[in-house]
Each structure stands twice: as structure tokens, then as C-alpha cells.
């Protein structure tokens, strides 16, 4: 009996995951009874909702390794990465101007120091390798005595590379430096500790662990050293007088299900097992030519394959490919022109950047989606190339 396989095959679980049914359930009673504002201490729905929250609060923490204390509910990882470097920047002026940042961040870490650049701030941009990483040595080549911030994700939200975040760490504190850490794409697909990268921020967001949309963390050291921040959104003083505004309940109680369920399957297995993306580039690689795996080929999540096919348009493979649901670049540079930044600045040429499609698994995918995909996708690349 033929196994029956949804269509579109979902492979862009790096753009966004599938809301996680045990994660709905735990969100439901927010939603319906326990419906009150947290800060509304003085009845027993504003308690319940207060309990929930720090309840969820416990929750995220310990997935990171980090206590209650240090973690602040966003709106998101842009919230939370733009919290993070405006804050610090704000927050530590006195200590200098200049911060470092890798060219291949996401768009919410690269466009707030931008815009401290506009404010007076110096900025240096590190080019990554060709397999798209970081190093300590070129961090440690870029600090100068006004560095006050060093901005370096821990896993490529397109290639899936893995930075030396404890390594660059140690750079920063021999420097009394801060260091801020992306960590979105590698939360509940890494064993992520706070204590072993030893990053002073770290943001992270709930869609991309199967939980909701419009939620997420960020982690703000408390002790060796107790960093400060100044806030980005001034109001009622909620989250520490950090992030101000009433508490999403719903969404924090999701972040906190799934960072529980993430923290059950990384003591267990991986939410995906890097078997698929090797299932996946295998069968790639034996059906076509002229194929390029982008990224390190070891130091890589386990669920991202980029790969360039040499002579054709990711736009058009995909758009012939209409069974599979992959990514011609990032989610964040959707609707905009040119192939992927990160890509370019990796030192991939034009045409094998255009060509690239980012093919991403998760927690639900399986090994018939896998195998029907390869099918579906080595098919249209014939097919355009005229070999069919």
C-alpha cells in the first residue's frame, strides 16, 4: 500500500514551523478561562495569568540553562535582537562606539547596527569564510579599545553553518567586551547552554520550535557580569521596565510548552535527525550534475541543506516544483531583488547564489517526504536544463 504524502512536502521548516498540537492544548485555557492581565495582582484571574507567565518563564530558562530571572518575553527574535544591540548600545555608551557584527546575520541584527551607524556608532563587518563561518581570530583582528559589543549568530539561518560562539566569547570577556548571540535557528535543534556559549544576550523566537507566531525571549545575563539594557519600549514597566506592555499570555505560554517539549527531545533525539538532510543531499547529488552543497560540510544543523544548481533559477525550479515548499533565499529578504546576501558574502558567485534553494526539515518530516521530494525536484531540473 502507497504511503500517502501531503502536498506541498514542507521543507522550510527555517522560515517557520508548524504550530505543535501539544502546544495548542497548553495554550487553550489562556485563551478561554484564564483570560485575565497578568498585572491585575489584585484578582484571581490576573493571578492566574501571572502564575501561567512565570511558569512558562521557568520553562524557557531551562531549556538555555539560564534562570527565570534573566529572561524577557518579545514580540519575536526582531524584538529581542533589537532589544539586545540598541539597549546595549544605549545602556554601555561610555564604554565606546564601536561594535562588530557578521556580514551574514539575519536582517534584525544587521539593520539595528545600521542604524547605530546612522546614530554615530562605528561599525565593522566581518566577511565569513567560504563555508560561512566566524572565527576568533577575526573578531579578536576587529576589536579596538572603543569595542563595546560583538554581534555573532551561533547557526546560519541559510546555509545552517555553526559559529565558535564559546570561542568568540572568550575573545569578548578577555576584553570585557559584550557579547550578543542570535541563537533563533539553532534553539531545539542544538543542545543550546547559556553557560557554555557564556553569552551576555541571546534571542530566540517560538515559531521556529513549533510554537506561536508573535512570541519570543530574550536572555539577559544577571550575574558575572549583570548586564544592562536600556528599553526600547517605554510604558507600564513589564518584563523588568525592559519591555513594557501588557503580556501576550497566550504566546508566552506556547514559547514556554514548546521550549519544554524542545528540551524533552534533545535529552531523547533530535527534533530532526541530520539522517534526513544526508537522505536528502545524497539523492540530490546522485540524480544531477553540477550541484553545489553551500555551507560547512560538518559544522551544519542538522536539518539545513543549501544547494546551488549550476544553470538554473531557484525562482523557477520552485515555481516548477510546485509539490515542494523550499526557499529560493531567507524568509527575511522575501520581496526583495538579488540572490541571498549571505550567500554573496561567502564569496559564492552571482549565478550559483541565483541558483541556490534552501531545503530545511523538522519534527514532522519523514523519510517518504524525502524520497518524493528528490523525485519531484531532480525531475524539474532536468526538465529545465532540457535533459527530459
Known sequence: METKINRPVYLDYNATTPLDKRVLES????LTSSFGNPSSESHSLGRQARDMVEAARNQTAKLIGASAREIIFTSGATEGCNLAIKGAAEAYRERGNHIIVSAIEHKAVLEPCKRLQQQGFSLTVLRPDSFGRISQEQVAEAITKQTMLVCVMLANNVVGTINP???IDA???KHGILFFCDATQAIG???VNVNRINADLLAFSAHKIYGPKGVGALYVRGKSPTVRLTAQIDGGGQEHFLRSGTLNVPGIVGLGKAC????EELDDKPSVS????DKLETGLRKAITDIQINGHPS???PNTVNVSFGGIEAVSLLGKTPEVAASASSACESGTSGSNYVLRAMGINEDLASSAVRFSMGRFTTEEEIDFAVERICNSVLSLRGNT
Do not use: N
Open 274 to 277: 541530520s539522517s534526513l538532510r
Open 171 to 173: 575573545i569578548c570577556k
Open 165 to 167: 560562539a564559546d570561542e
Open 189 to 191: 535543534k542544538l543542545a
Open 27 to 30: 495554550m487553550m485555557a489562556a
Open 260 to 263: 519544554e517539549l524542545c528540551e
Open 299 to 301: 559544522e551544519r544543523l
